[in-house]
């Protein structure tokens, strides 16, 4: 299995620009997670998606920011326009539900290493 | 909603110190609980985790848990850590839901 694939794993954009990040879940998995990691607040949850429907996008910080999921094997992240604020690492991971003994334990992607200027 | 608290936020400890780091969740329902860690420019990773039986669970690299829920308690221990346990620390806890919710982590520095 190739795990969560993410990308880009790096981006770096001026303010203002529309970013998009994208992941690939690991197949089979049906849920999806995208967190965003900063010194300043941790690991936070956005939004994440049970078979592709969004069940829970409080964490989405304001309307700069969107998610889809158009099916079971992608996801996007889009922040339009960027701020310098927005700079961060974002990582997906997914996970099936705790049936028949399987946890429901996430498996992360390597992140998208977001730098706006 | 589920919450996660890790009480400490930073742990310096010589190589062969024992570890033990404190994670409470607040959720009164079924819980899952899991320990991930990241490594310095890594992503998470699951070090263990807790679904249901045996209170105390083994994970790799030596590191055991044990569930107390009469104290909504999972900490995290290992009797003798390396330098290579360097790294962030975190508790989840998910629900039926399917909701993970992390604490916000703690780092362990080891020095050799």
């Known amino acids: 299995d190739a795990g969560v694939i993410q990308s880009p794993r790096h981006e770096v954009t001026e303010m203002g620009q529309e970013v998009t990040l994208r992941c690939k879940p690991i197949s089979g998995h049906d849920y999806l997670f995208w967190y965003r990691q900063t010194m300043m607040r941790g690991l936070e949850l956005l939004i994440y998606?049970?078979?592709?429907?969004?069940?829970?996008d409080s964490g989405m910080p304001e309307d700069r920011f969107s998610a889809k999921m158009p099916n079971a094997s992608f996801s996007t992240l889009k922040i339009q326009p960027s701020e310098p604020r927005d700079s961060a690492v974002y990582f997906c991971?997914?996970?099936?539900?705790?049936?028949?003994?399987?946890?429901?334990?996430?498996?992360f992607g390597e992140g998208s290493r977001l730098t706006v200027l | 909603a589920q919450s996660v608290s890790q009480h400490n936020h930073h742990v310096i400890l010589s190589e062969a110190a024992s570890l033990e780091l404190g994670c409470n969740y607040s959720?009164?329902?079924?819980?899952?609980l899991f320990w991930y860690v990241q490594y310095p420019g890594q992503h998470l990773q699951l070090l263990l985790k807790?679904?249901?039986?045996?209170?105390l669970v083994k994970g790799i690299k030596g590191f055991e848990a044990e569930f107390i829920k009469s104290k909504f308690s999972f900490n995290l221990r290992k009797p003798s850590v390396q330098w290579s346990d360097t790294a962030e620390y975190f508790c989840a806890v998910k629900t039926n839901a399917g909701k993970s919710t992390f604490g916000d982590g703690t780092t362990l520095t080891v020095k050799p």
């Open positions: 807790y679904f249901s039986g045996d209170p």
């Open positions: 959720y009164g329902g079924t819980v899952n």
């Open positions: 998606f049970n078979n592709n429907v969004p069940i829970d």
């Open positions: 991971a997914s996970s099936s539900f705790a049936t028949r003994g399987v946890t429901g334990e996430l498996f």
